[in-house]
């Protein structure tokens, strides 16, 4: 028996076997699938098929490409909150806090989104006045809530709600389209099972049945052959 991957890595050649593991990746810190031949290791995570292949490629493409969106609108939600934010008067009658941790870069941006701890411990530091406002001033609240409808969003060309939206409605996109594949794909193998069926011609009950008119007509036939061997018999005696 050889059993080879489509990318040439062979897992079984007749007595001898290779071993499958996993490996982080360093940069994506994902697991990767490795063919392990003594000192030998191959990466095969983009050759594996089946439902394991189903799922890394899920992991890798459909996925990842949610989760950079979800990023870069953690990214931009961060930086446009934080830029009005600072730019107003808070109640302890200063400017320039933050309302969002601000994010070192794109990537994590998601996982590391929250409120700054300042302003989470000291109410007094949330900005909704202008600066120099007078007291019950709400124009840097107003700015904030205008952000709602600003373009801050995938370069400027969308505002962080479309984005949003966009994101969640790229997945159902990707869901449908994968229920639709199902489909198609089970109806090939359905169509495929028929014509195996029709070019074989075998009816299990019609051959054991075939298979017991045969056996019968065997001791028939045999039963025959004794009867005239017998007859044959007496008659040479007789002469």
Known sequence: MRFVLDGGAVLVDGPHASQLQTATDPVTGYNTLQVVDGNNKRDVTAQVGGSIGADVTFRD??????????????????????????????????????????????????????????????????????????????TGGLALFALATAKNASGGTQTLTDAALTIVGNLGAAGAGAKADAARDQVVSDHLDGLRDSLSGVDTQEELTNLARFQNASAAMTKFVSTIDDMLTNMIEKL
């Open 61 to 138: 493409t459909t996925a990842k490409a949610a989760a950079d969106k979800l990023d870069q609108l953690a990214y931009d939600t961060a930086t446009a909150f934080n830029t009005q934010h600072g730019a107003n008067q808070a109640l302890d009658g200063t400017t320039g806090n933050q309302m969002f941790v601000a994010p070192t870069g794109v990537a994590g941006a998601a996982a590391a989104l929250k409120i700054d701890p300042t302003l989470d411990a000291n109410s007094s530091k949330l900005a909704l006045a202008s600066v120099g406002g007078a007291v019950g001033d709400n």
